[in-house]
């Protein structure tokens, strides 16, 4: 009898113009509300995507001469709520800066030019809450607003792409958790985490490119600024961020200071990725030798598991009425309390409580019950637990 051979068809994708590969008309792709990028989105469909390759470092930086007649302050905090947009005003009424640089990721020159001019112009449709609230106050004191990421076509698409795929890990990161699959969780986090570190590295990289030569494309930009004696400039950046400001205290400009919220509140993600794109060194105790402490080490996991079961907490707090803020608080602290072997005991048992993932509180306040936790169920009981660790509440909640 002959053997045959399944065969699949293989239909090969036609490539895309580098307009249908866009996410957004204006200001580029953004993570979510981070400033200019939310105008427009496009209704192109995006193309299936593998996990984008290690990206290759920029040439060495070389600081330009001129910088010294700029002063910036950088601004560094949350962009997701209009409250987080009203922090930003008494700055900009104090220093009147002639130039404005927000959050902008993956932009190409082309589309953060026509987000720049539109900003401060055109009629915003739709948005999320902070970018509405930044356009109404840049209005009211700035004239020019800046991108200081402008990438390369090819760039610009690694750097949607990535965002694609992370977002991917992360929902089956949760899914699995909720359904009791606690290795395979902790291994999709690690991806979503190890790929924001490569995206927030390429990106500041763009970033500290740009503020070497600050001063030349400002004025190549709005050359009205050759005239001033100085030029201030207000950078609004996600506080994940602040190692563009280390960077900017070496690129020779007259003044650099910092402005932050105290104390700030990072999610355990967050302060994972953050504290990778520092590039800190280990040294090891037994050698002496020093070596980067990112990508973590496999016994790293109670880190990432702390990471993932602080989101799904935050996630159950938001839906009892909790702000976004003070629901990522409670998740941080209510996770740091939790050992690995505790975490895959409290998935395996959610994975049996429940059935259904669309309301996580009853089968994971049952997971923790089992390991002797109590977990709050209204908006009352998280504001409680959260005074009881001596947290200012945030926001409108206070």
Not at 279 to 296: E, K, V
């Amino acid at each position: 009898m002959s053997k045959r051979k399944n065969r699949r068809k293989v239909v090969k994708e036609e490539p895309q113009s580098p307009s249908r590969r866009k996410f957004l008309l204006l200001g580029g792709a953004v993570v979510a509300g981070a400033g200019l990028g939310v105008l427009f989105r496009s209704k192109a469909t995006v193309p299936r995507v593998e996990t984008p390759k290690e990206y290759e470092p920029l040439s060495p930086i070389v600081v330009g001469s001129n910088n010294k007649r700029i002063r910036v302050i950088f601004q560094f905090g949350r962009h997701k709520t209009q409250q987080d947009a009203l922090k930003i005003e008494p700055l900009l009424e104090k220093f009147k800066p002639h130039v404005f640089c927000m959050e902008n990721a993956g932009s190409t020159e082309a589309n953060a030019r026509a987000g720049e001019e539109f900003f401060l112009k055109g009629q915003l449709r739709g948005g999320d809450p902070f970018t509405a609230g930044i356009q109404q106050i840049l209005r009211k004191h700035v004239d020019r607003v800046f991108t200081i990421e402008k990438l390369p076509e090819k760039d610009a698409d690694w750097i949607r792409h990535n965002s694609i795929v992370r977002e991917k890990k992360r929902k089956a990161a949760i899914r699995e958790f909720l359904a009791g699959q606690s290795e395979s969780a902790v291994e999709q986090y690690r991806q979503f985490i190890e790929l924001g570190v490569r995206e927030d590295k390429t990106r500041e990289e763009i970033i500290k490119s740009t503020l070497s030569n600050f001063h030349d494309l400002l004025l190549r930009r709005f050359p009205e600024l050759e005239k001033e004696n100085e030029i201030r400039v207000v950078v609004y950046y996600g506080a994940t961020h602040t190692p563009i400001y280390r960077h900017a205290k070496s690129s020779g400009f007259a003044e650099v200071k910092r402005e932050m919220e105290k104390p700030y509140y990072f999610a355990l993600r967050s302060a994972i990725i953050r504290g990778a794109t520092f590039s800190r060194l280990a040294r090891d105790r037994a050698t002496g030798a020093r070596t980067r402490i990112w990508p973590p080490r496999r016994d790293s996991n109670e880190d990432i598991a702390r990471a993932l079961l602080g989101e799904v907490l935050g996630k159950h707090a938001s839906a009892q009425g909790v702000s976004y803020l003070n629901g990522s608080v409670f998740g941080n602290l209510f996770a740091k309390k939790v050992s690995l072997e505790q975490f895959h005991r409290i998935s395996t048992n959610v994975g049996k409580f429940s059935g259904n993932y669309g309301a996580i509180g009853p089968p994971l306040q049952t997971a923790l019950e089992v390991e002797k936790m109590s977990l709050p169920m209204s908006k009352e009981e998280v504001h409680r637990f959260l005074r009881n660790q001596k947290i200012p509440l945030a926001g409108d909640e206070k």
